[in-house]
Each structure stands twice: as structure tokens, then as C-alpha cells.
């Protein structure tokens, strides 16, 4: 049963930081795909960075040089590093899981396992 819980949320100055971590149980070492998303009030949920069983990290266009996503040697805590922060940034950001790579078709986004979200608002 895997159990995912994030922290670390709140309010920040544009160009600005926070950090986002995420405490993960049930999740077998390096076995899961980890992943960060965000919803924006009044707009879809969007994949925002990955890192795979193997350590490859892969970002969505607009975070890339800004955030960075990192997983602890024991795979049990996930990390997004926020620089850089924009207005647009602004979003609940939601931790997930899963056997394969979380994506986001243009109508949903697909992991098995998912965290209760932290806001993070950017002025």
C-alpha cells in the first residue's frame, strides 16, 4: 500500500524558492517512477518533472533550468527544488507514483498512487 505525503508549500516572492518534499511509503527502491504535478486554479492538472527508477530526471519545458526533482538514496523521499519562481508557478502541486511513467493526456493525468497536494503560491 503505498502512501504518499507532501510538505514544504506556501507563499513566496517571484524569484523566489521553495522546496517541496514528499514522503513516500510502500514504494519498493527503485522500482517506482516518481513524479511532481500542479493544477492551477481553474485549469487542468499538468505533469510537471519525472525521475525514473534509474535516476533520469525529465521536466516540462517551462520549469527546466528553474526546478530540479531528486529522490533520496533510500527512495523513500522526494524532493522538487523551486528557483527562480514565477507568478505562474502558482498551483497545488501533487507527488505521485507509479510502476510506469506518470503522463497527462490532454484530458487526465495517470498515476496509480497520489499525494493530498501542497499549495504554493508565487506573488
Known amino acids: 500500500h503505498v502512501q504518499l505525503v507532501e510538505s514544504g508549500g506556501g507563499s513566496a516572492q517571484a524569484g523566489g524558492s521553495l522546496r517541496l518534499t514528499c514522503e513516500a511509503s510502500?514504494?519498493?527502491?527503485?522500482?517506482?517512477?516518481m513524479a511532481w504535478f500542479r493544477q492551477a486554479a481553474g485549469k487542468q492538472r499538468e505533469w510537471v518533472a519525472s525521475?525514473?527508477?534509474?535516476?533520469?530526471?525529465t521536466y516540462i519545458g517551462s520549469v527546466k533550468g528553474r526546478f530540479a526533482i531528486s529522490l533520496d538514496s533510500g527512495g523513500n523521499l522526494l524532493a522538487l527544488q523551486m528557483d527562480s519562481l514565477k507568478p505562474e508557478d502558482t498551483a497545488m502541486y501533487y507527488c505521485?507514483?507509479?510502476?510506469?511513467?506518470?503522463?497527462?493526456?490532454?484530458?487526465?493525468?495517470?498515476?496509480?498512487?497520489w499525494g493530498q497536494g501542497t499549495q504554493v503560491t508565487v506573488s
Open positions: 510502500g514504494v519498493t527502491y527503485r522500482t517506482y517512477w
Open positions: 505521485a507514483a507509479d510502476r510506469n511513467p506518470p503522463y497527462c493526456s490532454p484530458d487526465y493525468c495517470f498515476a496509480d498512487n
Open positions: 525521475i525514473s527508477p534509474t535516476g533520469r530526471q
